[in-house]
């Protein structure tokens, strides 16, 4: 995630340079790559583990500099104007694939003027690493690297009945991407269609056919909410991976499509005038946001870290990093509701990780002892490692192979089961798609390799599992995997 240092400052206040402000990130859990100077700007690029997916757009991570500097953010409350006719005289929407897209939300603005976008768009996104387009796509980008919340604009006069359509795609449909190359469709995609053809891959990327161009009058933006898994699959499939779709596949946060619809509205009507339809179209349902309260107990703190930190001051970590307390901290315990944009909060040793991050790992001396019970090895890792040790002391060599393999490979040797092989989907590129069901092939497969490279006496072994649909032995006709 590549941070505009000006544009951060525009949520927080910090008088910190880019360099200390960095660091304070990389101090915190958001490590830091690199910081480059761009015009009078700094782009910070921080890695992002995929826990984290609200810190995938300034909004979060200025939440976390605020955190960290104590200075409270500052998010945007967009009210766009509505001016126009109403929005179910100009569009219409519907979803016919709710387990693919559960949520679909669409505003439309009439009579647009497609222009270069102001400077100051400009050069915020071409610090984060984006090429300006015009006006309407720059906003979508835009409200896209603020909040990490993914949009799409489309010509409203070229989508055949004014209509959008949210539905899986057909056997072989083909769709022309924004990329301009062409890609095919299957059933376990997410089409985003009009009255006649999809017109974008849902969640992935859009189609050329609908695209915005200078001469785009009307336009509706699309916010939306897809299923992680099933854009995980299709960006897959597809060899198609798109800002949008990284984020999407880390799941986004639901409780933002309306803002980040407005957002966009507002940006839109800023740069490139036009009127604002009234009301929304919306499709599915935006489900609440219930966590389950999680049990803090202040002994726990100690006994992790090893140092102390006073209760109040774990209180205070917790309730600035947006979570709510559901009942009065006693001395001994507290009870949190962590907020939408953190769901990888469920434990309690997740709120002990948040309390000393921002405390500060440098706050716990490196002497400092902490109880560590070594747990004894079950019986069956003494069996395998007694197995490891007996065939490397008679001169063989341990081998790690996919689990994996091709459908060719599979059939050197079948095991005594009448059922199919076990598949994975997609396929694995070279490697195949059919679960092993016995370590031979993948072993004679690593001896053939070896011997390519001149190697003609490798003695080779596996610990591992293999993989039967079905267990002859067993009664319940259950699968098992055995190893």
């Known amino acids: 995630m590549i941070v505009s240092l000006d544009w951060l400052r525009e949520y927080v206040s910090t008088d910190l340079s880019a360099d200390a402000l960095a660091e304070r990130f990389t101090m915190a859990g958001l490590n830091l790559e690199s910081v480059t100077p761009h015009n009078n700007d700094a782009a910070i690029d921080l890695e992002v583990t995929s826990n984290r997916p609200d810190c995938l757009g300034h909004l979060g991570i200025a939440r976390e500099a605020g955190v960290l500097v104590g200075s409270p953010l500052r998010i945007p409350d967009p009210q766009p104007a509505e001016s126009g006719r109403p929005i179910a005289e100009a569009a219409d929407l519907s979803i016919e694939a709710l387990d693919l897209c559960p949520a679909y939300t669409a505003r439309v603005i009439e009579g647009v003027t497609v222009r270069p976008s102001p400077d100051w768009l400009r050069r915020r996104l071409e610090c984060v690493g984006l090429t300006p387009i015009n006006n309407i796509v720059d906003v979508t980008n835009y409200v896209l690297m603020e909040c990490g919340q993914p949009l799409h604009a489309f010509d409203l006069d070229k989508l055949k009945g004014r209509r959008i359509v949210v539905r899986r795609g057909r056997d072989n449909e083909a769709i022309t991407g924004i990329d301009h190359r062409e890609y095919r469709l299957t059933p376990e995609m997410c089409a985003i269609a009009d009255a006649e053809r999809a017109v974008a891959i849902g969640g992935v990327m859009g189609g050329a056919e609908t695209e915005i161009t200078s001469q785009t009058k009307n336009v509706l933006i699309e916010v939306a909410q897809f299923r992680p898994l099933s854009i995980h699959r299709a960006a897959r499939a597809l060899r198609l991976h798109s800002p949008s779709s990284y984020r999407f596949e880390r799941r986004i946060n639901e409780q933002w499509l309306d803002w980040a619809s407005r957002r966009a509205c507002e940006l839109i009507l800023q740069t490139g005038g036009g009127t604002l339809c009234r009301g929304s179209l919306v499709a599915g349902s935006i489900p609440g946001w219930k966590p389950d309260p999680i049990r803090l107990r202040f002994a726990q703190v100690r006994r992790i870290l090893g140092i102390d930190i006073p209760p109040q001051r774990c209180v205070e970590i917790l309730q600035r990093l947006g979570l709510k307390s559901v009942e009065i901290p006693?001395?001994?315990?507290?009870?949190?509701?962590?907020?939408?944009?953190?769901?990888?909060?469920?434990?309690?040793?997740?709120?002990?990780?948040?309390?000393?991050?921002?405390?500060?790992?440098?706050?716990?001396p490196e002497d400092r002892p902490i109880p560590v019970v070594a747990a004894p090895r079950s019986t069956a890792e003494r069996v395998d490692q007694r197995i490891r040790n007996t065939l490397v002391a008679a001169g063989f060599c341990e081998a790690a192979t996919f689990s994996f393999i091709r459908p060719e490979t599979q059939a050197l040797l079948q095991p005594p089961v009448a059922a199919e092989p076990l598949r994975i989907t997609p396929a694995a590129g070279d490697y195949g798609d059919t679960l092993r069901s016995s370590l031979i092939p993948s072993l004679l497969e690593c001896r053939s390799e070896n011997e390519r490279h001149g190697n003609l006496d490798a003695e080779l072994f596996e610990l591992a599992r293999v993989y039967w649909s079905s267990d002859p032995a067993r009664k319940d006709g259950q699968p098992r995997r055995i190893g």
């Open 330 to 364: 006693a001395t001994d315990a507290g009870v949190f509701v962590p907020p939408s944009w953190r769901r990888d909060l469920t434990r309690e040793i997740d709120l002990i990780e948040e309390i000393a991050r921002i405390h500060g790992y440098e706050q716990i």
